[in-house]
């Protein structure tokens, strides 16, 4: 197995968000020494990159809110001593250009009408879905709408004792690792010391237990690192070292 997407970028990946309906990733980079924040766009189906350091004219004070049929949604932040979400802006999840800009709006939720946002100014909260492609009001929020269902799935912290030996490569540190079944395959996400310092790597098996893909997710560190991986519409999606994208086809 190979590979099928292979993204280096030059600062830390903070967060990552999936358009489910372009299956289109989206990340925000943070480089924490310059106080710069940059967003990239991946598409899944083809593996190429959209966009890989898009930067607004507020370097810092912004992050990903969501994304939703072909819009990256951005959010600000009340300033910088508080972390307050201060309003919203739409981005094309092809181009990089920017759509809309609405300081007076904030994110709810992502439901089956939408994105939800409401008027920060008005009390009580009064809920309305916005176009994404222009940031206007569409229509009024229905109760009963209910989120967006999604295809990603997440492992399971599991302990290593329950999983054959086979599937353990490595003595795992504390005896946990993080475990997936999906297509037939079997995800195991580990950390194991080495030496001194731990490392966490991540192993792709076929349901009889034969090793088809590894590799190692971050060296030298100090601490257990949350989820490794998610798999999503067929597709094994992981960080290396914090600052690069990968892609494995299932």
């Not at 507020?58 to 001593?81: K, P």
């Not at 994110?107 to 008027?119: C, R, S």
């Not at 994404?132 to 990603?152: D, K, P």
Request: net charge negative; glycine share 4%.
């Amino acid at each position: 197995m190979k590979t099928f997407i292979t993204e280096p970028f030059d600062a830390p990946v903070w967060r990552m968000e999936i358009d489910e309906i372009t299956d289109t990733l989206f990340a925000e980079l943070r480089d924490n020494a310059d106080k710069r924040v940059s967003f990239a766009a991946i598409n899944l189906s083809n593996g190429n990159a959209n966009f890989k350091a898009l930067t607004l004219p507020e370097r810092w004070l912004c992050g990903i809110e969501t994304a939703y049929n072909g819009a990256l949604v951005l959010h600000g932040y009340q300033s910088e001593s508080m972390p307050v979400h201060r309003g919203l802006t739409g981005v094309d999840g092809v181009t990089g250009d920017i759509l809309w800009s609405d300081y007076n709006i904030n994110f709810e939720a992502l439901t089956i009408q939408g994105i939800v946002v409401y008027d920060a100014r008005i009390q009580p909260k009064n809920l309305f879905v916005i176009d994404e492609q222009t940031g206007l009001r569409r229509e009024s929020y229905i109760s009963s709408a209910t989120a967006v269902e999604s295809n990603i799935k997440l492992p399971e912290m599991i302990q290593a004792e329950t999983l054959p030996p086979q599937l353990l490569v490595l003595e795992p540190h504390l005896n946990v690792v993080h475990y997936l079944e999906y297509n037939n395959f079997r995800i195991v996400s580990l950390h194991a010391l080495d030496g001194s310092h731990l490392t966490q790597n991540m192993y792709v098996f076929d349901r009889d237990g034969n090793l088809l893909f590894d590799d190692i997710l971050n060296n030298d560190i100090q601490k257990l690192q949350p989820e490794a991986f998610i798999s999503y519409k067929n597709k094994l999606i992981w960080l290396k070292n914090r600052s690069e994208i990968k892609v494995l086809n299932l």
